[in-house]
């Protein structure tokens, strides 16, 4: 019972990646918002993800992990009620945020109380892959969901749903979980916090408005950012750690950038362009989101076998071939003709994900790879912040001129990830494991 409520955290928190994408047009109509909004409401929610995940961490290690996980969920719910009653794009937006801020302490809380209520290696891998399988069926269910949800009821309902799960999983956590211990030593990196929230809000900000003076006040906050992290005694992201992953992770972020930001893109495009109601784009997504899902576990074993590099570079190609087929799209393009890019990116993304984690944590000492595995997630959600800001900000023109050149951009990108992972050192974690 313990193990399906940490996994109803994760699955809330995957859910509300992909579920508003097919509601972003219903979203649009309803608040009187435009494409700029669109990318927010999904942003809104990444940007703090991304810049509060490794310090969602760390306040459990240093105030408990159960803790930890309640405040959560209590931020979690209250955001989503606050998303399902908002009047304006604003609103919404701030409400995401909200989420985001109780995802960055529902996924790293979720994950280290299973691996400390399962201490055996045996029943904390099957418990750890039930967890990881949660993840990745929450992100196949959200379009599906969602699209039925707005299709049937409207948008509003879409966020309501969250919260009679948060309330049910927030009382079995009180129950279930118990107290554990904090970590001794542990310290909060407030200075690190303080730079990484602006660097990485106001750089989304500065792509999404086009706003120079947003541009610069990110660029001096990712530079004081990189200043502390190298002066604090407990930094968020430790410099050593980045230096010996910066190839895996560069691959991580480039994945999300090109994933999260073409769900987006492929959505507007399905429902915009191609008039599919959000049931239909919903179900028309499946091809991407189905084999992400299914491949999970089989890339586990074949990069327990082979290493990460070949995955890497299979996937990584994959994904570049089915991108770049968008630049064959045009307004009276067939289905069809969307499943290469669908397939591509979905087989590609199910291939990479695990063997991109394992290259980030496998050159890291045991003791440092939750830390390692942190700096991977913070990546992987920063990347997909970005993504949507760039390629949604495209699209904003001519939307199939600025389909195709979304299909150069995530291919060329994905096709130098090849190169970096093929390139890699030879003390490299990818290149010693492959």
Do not use: K
Not at 127 to 153: H, N, Q, R
Not at 165 to 182: I, Q, S, Y
Not at 421 to 427: G, H, I, K, L
């Amino acid at each position: 019972m313990l193990l399906f409520t940490m996994c109803a955290g994760m699955f809330l928190v995957q859910l509300d990646v992909t579920v508003v994408n097919v509601a972003l047009p219903a979203i649009g109509t309803g608040l009187h918002a435009g494409l700029a909004a669109h990318q927010w409401v999904v942003d809104g929610y990444a940007v703090v993800l991304a810049a509060f995940l490794l310090t969602g961490g760390a306040l459990g290690d240093v105030f408990g992990h159960r803790r930890v996980v309640l405040a959560g969920f209590a931020l979690f719910g209250t955001a989503s009620a606050a998303c399902g009653l908002a009047g304006s794009a604003p609103w919404l937006v701030a409400a995401r945020a909200g989420q985001g801020l109780g995802a960055a302490l529902l996924l790293p809380g979720t994950l280290a109380v299973i691996t400390n209520a399962y201490p055996g290696r045996t029943e904390r891998a099957r418990a750890l892959g039930l967890w990881a399988g949660v993840s990745a069926l929450a992100l196949a269910a959200g379009p599906v969901l969602g699209g039925a949800v707005v299709t049937a009821v409207g948008w509003q309902p879409v966020f309501w749903l969250n919260v009679p799960v948060v309330l049910a999983a927030a009382f079995a956590t009180a129950r279930l979980v118990p107290r554990g211990e904090r970590t001794s030593g542990r310290r909060i990196d407030v200075a690190g916090v303080a730079t990484a929230v602006p660097a990485l809000g106001a750089g989304v900000y500065a792509v999404i408005e086009r706003d120079l003076l947003a541009g610069i006040v990110a660029a001096g906050a990712l530079a004081a950012f990189a200043v502390v992290e190298r002066r604090v005694a407990d930094p968020m992201l430790p410099p050593d750690v980045v230096r010996r992953t910066l190839g895996p992770n560069f691959v991580a972020a480039a994945m999300n950038f090109t994933g999260i930001g073409a769900i987006l893109v492929l959505t507007l495009y399905l429902q915009g362009v191609r008039h599919a109601s959000p049931l239909e784009a919903g179900l028309e997504v499946l091809p991407l989101f189905g084999p992400l899902s299914l491949l999970a576990p089989v890339a586990g074993r074949l990069t327990g076998r082979f290493g990460p590099r070949p995955l890497m570079v299979t996937g990584l190609a994959l994904g570049a071939l089915g991108m770049l087929n968008l630049v064959l799209l045009n307004e009276n393009s067939g289905y069809p003709a969307l499943l290469p890019t669908l397939l591509g990116l979905g087989i590609g993304m199910g291939l990479l994900t695990t063997a991109v984690v394992t290259a980030a944590v496998g050159g890291i000492p045991p003791e440092r790879a939750g830390v390692a595995s942190g700096v991977n997630n913070t990546a992987r959600q920063a990347g997909g912040a970005l993504g949507v800001a760039v390629l949604g900000t495209v699209v904003a023109g001519p939307f199939v001129t600025g389909l195709h050149e979304v299909g150069l951009i995530a291919g060329t990108l994905w096709l130098v990830a090849i190169v970096v992972t093929v390139c890699a050192p030879r003390d490299n974690p990818v290149a010693r494991a492959g």
